[in-house]
């Protein structure tokens, strides 16, 4: 049977009801009804264990009831079902499908997996990079604040920070994040700006430097980076956590609509994020150290200072 068939066949068969305001508010509160009755059939199957043998048959009738709702919810609020199963579909496969096979092409037509490919060498991010994390644990004799700089081939990059922050959360070694945006995403508008490898010359007049590269893109990245953060505070900074919440992932797409970025599979955002939090420890543990991104392999390795 075609969707369409049950969707058309499920609006002959509508009894309930249309005349309350909105007319919807029946068929959703019976598909209420109907998940709570399907809940019950299951907690009677788990007290009654193999002794419950009308269980299957029960089971697809309840299960029916609740497609029966939902499709006749989705006729009256004028939605197609077919569309609706077609888009969860592919929100399911690129949240916990296989992912693709390294990063996704990206949308400027050079058949490269890096956004700057066809840029000189120069405004392109470094396919291999090496960030040392420096601690400076007291500045002055009256200043406690644990801070952090980050070098590349010796020279500062950046400003020293601490946490910013009443309590001391670990913030200041976010640059960890930005590194893992760069190795996992091959996207990251802070650490271009930092090495000075932005986009000026492209032929597109500056299109790529004033959007991709640009003030706002940097506070993008920032502002993402800040949330993540807030997040991981929740679950002890992600330690031992093999997967995120689908509703940061959500949130990271609805900031990166518009930039090049949003191509970027769900899977390799995770990715990034766990893999920043992972060296964000192993930093934060070494009281510094070196830090090597390579973008070919979309790794992180940390060495001790």
Known sequence: MKVSDYQKGAAETDRVADNASPAWAPIAFGLNGQVGALNDLLRRRVRDSHSFTAFKDEAKRELGSVFWYATTLATRLNLDLEEILVANLKQASERWGKGPEGPPEQNRGTGSKFFDASEPHDKQLPRKLTVEFRCEEKVQAADLLPRVKILVDGVQRGDTIDDNAHKPDGYRFHDTQHLAFAAHLGWSPVIRALLGCKRKDH?????????????????????????????????????GVQGVDTELLNIIKSITRGLEVECRHPL??????ISAYRLRKEVMEGRGG????????????YHRP
Do not use: P
């Not at 390799?268 to 994020?273: G, K, N």
């Not at 070196?290 to 390795?301: C, I, K, N, P, R």
């Open 268 to 273: 390799q955002w995770e990715q990034a994020i």
């Open 203 to 239: 032929l597109d007049g500056g299109e790529v430097d004033r959007v991709e590269d640009g003030a706002r893109a940097r506070d993008t990245e920032e502002a993402i980076v800040r949330i993540i953060h807030a997040w991981a505070s929740r679950f002890n900074y992600f330690i």
């Open 290 to 301: 070196f830090v090597t991104a390579d973008l070919d392999a979309q790794t992180l390795t």
